[in-house]
């Protein structure tokens, strides 16, 4: 079956966009004779599926699209360099021949025109089944154009008028379009989203859409507008249709070794199993989660969690949250060895101290000085410090850890473990939890706190860490920092953090250890207006298409 649908997209998808310009993928067998086949359709539909987890699952659209979203933020921290394009997406020193990104855009297309072939030939109101299977591919092409858009164009909230994508919407392989504007992306998608909330009427599981799909990816379009009111509307049917419930804290902190059908707050996720997918030696070592953790000896585990994620989750050590970072401490003689470890503000490096404990009384021996570790009470929360010769130190107390390049392994496990098969994993498009986040977020920009905070609390309070109260908020944070940290929290490695600063008109700060830092002019601070939080077109599109208009 594998096979079929791959034989069969390739059939319907035309490379019009891609680097082997194909004038005609149709020579064996005319598309109009496939589709006399009922059950061509669902086959085609399931090609479509397949190009966004890629022949392999690791080589597809989902698979770029989260180094595209995930590497540029705040929550990674990589610990050398490497030849691979993602080291241009990590560092912000973009190229207009980056391999992944061009490899994106072109299973985008891919994907893309094959929606439009079955948009073209069936004829809506014939069957619940064939409206439904209509409705999947007007999802599917408004979730690659959504995306497409948040990556190659700016954020709606900035700039409607600006260039974003082509939009192609025929399955005509001379029909090459230019960049549509931000604007006129945006109400496309939007336009597809409704009309598949109108076919579909089947709900199939996460693995496939739905109409509580289309809902959900239409909540955060409109989010990403700042359209109040129909953000809270299409979050609430979700809500509203009872199809899902948020996982019991226990379960969630292991969500990443849930399938989609065994997580019942997934809306839509591009799934992989472990019968198809990832069957090769060495496929796993291609994975994201490979570049996150070394997992029963496979993986790179180069791309560790960054220090200004860590502390947030140290605010509150019970977060279940917490359970998607595994330290790779160091074991002597069976134990772990304690240590305090801190950040070099003025090289952003760690700085490791191991330590010892005598009569309740911390300390350690440094060139023959020894110092003390005290503790105080902040917040209800333990902090430790020591006084240097540059005065007071705010430290972590903990243990040692393995290091690579002098960075500590703080490895990720979220896009891991699947069935408990090492670095399999389903990417999340929509899952519960951010039905009300994306609800908290519309009501803080209403000013409308008490809302705003009871949808935060849903979300804190699985978690396992304190509510929030109005008048009571973090020093120093008003109530959109608390929904954006939240939302960091929660979506930390689900490709979401990226486009929630720019789109707030926000700075990246990236001001912590790692080697984004490295080599000239590195980005220590991304401000919203920077050109660099929009990637280049592929230059091989251009060559191909010299009418198309490269970003600056």
């Known amino acids: 079956m594998k096979n079929i649908k791959y034989i069969f997209v390739l059939v319907l998808a035309t490379l019009c966009f891609s680097c082997d310009l194909e004038k005609n993928p149709y020579d064996e067998i005319a598309v109009e004779e496939l589709f006399e086949d009922p059950a061509a359709v669902e086959t ?113 909230t900035q700039d409607p008028s600006s260039l974003s994508i082509p939009l192609k919407l025929t399955s005509d392989t001379e029909d090459r379009p230019n960049r549509s504007t931000v604007q006129e992306v945006y109400e496309q998608v939007i336009d597809d989203l409704k009309k598949a909330e109108a076919l579909m009427t089947i709900n199939k599981g996460a693995s496939f859409a739905s109409k509580e799909a289309a809902q959900a990816l239409l909540s955060r379009v409109y989010l990403y507008q700042e359209d109040h009111a129909n953000t809270i509307a299409y979050a609430d049917q979700v809500l509203e249709s009872g199809t899902y419930s948020l996982l019991p804290a226990a379960t969630f902190s292991v969500i990443n070794t849930l399938t989609p059908a065994e997580n019942s707050e997934a809306i839509f996720s591009v799934t992989l199993n472990s019968n198809s997918d990832l069957l090769g030696g060495s496929d796993h070592w291609f994975t994201p989660g490979s570049m996150y953790a070394t997992i029963q000896g496979v993986g790179w585990g180069e791309m560790h969690a960054s220090r200004s994620y860590l502390e947030l989750l140290e605010k509150n050590p019970t977060d279940a949250r917490s359970s998607f970072i595994d330290p790779q401490y160091i074991i002597e003689e069976g134990e772990r060895v304690p240590a305090v470890y801190w950040v070099n503000e003025e090289t952003y490096t760690y700085e490791f101290r191991r330590t010892q404990e005598a009569d309740g009384v911390i300390t350690f021996d440094e060139e023959g000085t020894v110092y003390t ?29 393995e290091k690579r390049n002098g960075y500590p392994k703080f490895f990720i496990t979220k896009a891991s473990l699947q069935e408990e098969d090492r670095h399999l994993w389903s990417p999340n498009v929509s899952r519960l939890a951010e039905m009300y986040l994306n609800k908290a977020e519309a009501y803080a920009k209403q000013n409308d706190a008490q809302n705003a905070l009871d949808n935060v609390n849903i979300i804190r309070e699985r978690a396992g860490i304190p509510a929030y109260s109005v008048g009571n908020l973090p020093d120093g944070m008003d109530l959109l920092d608390v929904v954006l940290e939240e939302r960091r929290l929660e979506f930390a490695y689900e490709g979401q953090r990226r486009f929630d600063v ?29 050109l660099r939080i929009v990637e280049f077109i592929p230059e091989q599109q251009i060559v191909l298409q010299p009418s198309l208009i490269q970003n600056d």
């Open 44 to 156: 085609a539909t399931l090609g479509n599926y397949a190009l966004l987890k890629g022949s392999s699952g690791f080589d597809g659209w989902a698979d770029d699209l989260h180094r595209i979203s995930e590497y540029p933020g705040d929550n990674v921290a990589l610990s050398g360099g490497t030849s691979d394009h993602l080291f241009f997406l990590y560092n912000y020193q973009s190229i207009a021949n980056n391999s992944r990104v061009d490899r994106f855009w072109r299973n985008s297309y891919k994907a893309a025109v094959g929606c439009n072939t079955i948009i073209e030939r069936i004829t809506e109101g014939e069957s619940p089944e064939s409206d439904q299977l209509l409705g999947e591919n007007y999802y599917l092409r408004g979730l690659i154009y959504f995306q497409m858009g948040n990556i190659f164009g700016r954020p709606y």
């Open 502 to 530: 720019y789109r707030n008109g926000r700075t990246m700060d990236r001001r912590y250890p790692g080697t984004h830092l490295n080599g000239t002019n590195p980005f220590f601070e991304i401000p919203a207006s920077s």
């Open 373 to 401: 570790v005290e503790s105080e009470e902040v917040d209800g929360v333990t902090t430790y410090f020591f006084n240097g010769t540059n005065g007071r130190q705010d430290v972590v107390y903990g243990f040692d850890l």
